[in-house]
């Protein structure tokens, strides 16, 4: 069964720092990762999507990617602001399913 | 629609009651996905539709969930006989294509509470 981990569990930066949030996973025979964002009470917004044979991909401010055969990720998110604040999942694409991680809980300070 | 509808977004049931999960997919999506997502947890897979064919339902977890799409766009989730341990935010996503590659949109889900 696929494992996703993702550390820091919570984190808490100010203003204007840059985020580095970390995600492995133990089964490499993946199609995809996507990285999610999640706002309390809301559902998953789609960040960014890193095919298997892709190493990065970028949208703005964000940076994603991929070592698939050492189980890796790294989401970058430059520059933070206040807006940033939110759980980040992390999820590998198996067949049929995305496998999660428990999410990085952010809060970017004033 | 413009994006994955799920209703209602908030149910509170007792213990023992039936409950009905509805979800709409984005317009023209082939695949329909649904998750369960337990406070401070990721989403847990739960199953999969293609069309109205449900081709896996190994994440649910019990023989008391039951989902159904008879006509390859709505979707109904249903729990019978509910328990607390139900209590979570059940999530629909639905995807273009039958393409494994495909990214999956996701709706804001249904709160469900279990007195």
């Known amino acids: 069964k696929q494992e996703v981990t993702q550390i820091p569990a919570a984190l808490s930066v100010p203003e204007g720092e840059n985020l580095v949030l970390n995600c492995s996973f133990t089964d490499s025979a993946i199609y995809n990762l996507q990285w999610f964002r999640q706002d309390p009470g809301k559902g998953l917004t789609s960040l960014l999507l890193?095919?298997?044979?892709?190493r990065e991909q970028t949208s703005g401010r964000l940076n994603a990617s991929l070592d698939k055969s050492s189980g890796r990720s790294t989401l970058y998110i430059a520059a933070s602001q206040p807006g940033d604040s939110a759980t980040y999942l992390c999820?590998?694409?198996?067949?049929?399913?995305?496998?999660f991680g428990k999410g990085n809980q952010v809060v970017v300070i004033p | 629609g413009a994006g994955v509808s799920q209703s209602p977004r908030y149910k509170v049931a007792k213990r023992g009651q039936d409950v009905a999960l509805r979800c709409d997919p984005i317009s023209g999506h082939v695949s329909l996905f649904w998750y369960q997502q337990a406070l401070g947890q990721g989403p847990e897979f739960l199953t999969y539709f293609q069309n109205e064919a449900q081709l896996d339902k190994s994440g649910l977890p019990s023989d008391r969930f039951f989902a159904e799409r008879p006509e390859g766009s709505v979707s109904t989730l249903k729990i019978q006989r509910t328990q607390q341990e139900d209590s979570a935010v059940y999530l629909c996503?639905?995807?273009?294509?039958?393409?494994?590659?495909?990214?999956?949109?996701f709706g804001d889900g249904t709160r469900l509470s279990i007195l």
């Open positions: 890193i095919q298997s044979s892709q």
């Open positions: 996503a639905s995807s273009s294509s039958r393409g494994p590659r495909e990214p999956q949109h």
């Open positions: 999820a590998v694409k198996g067949n049929n399913r995305l496998a």
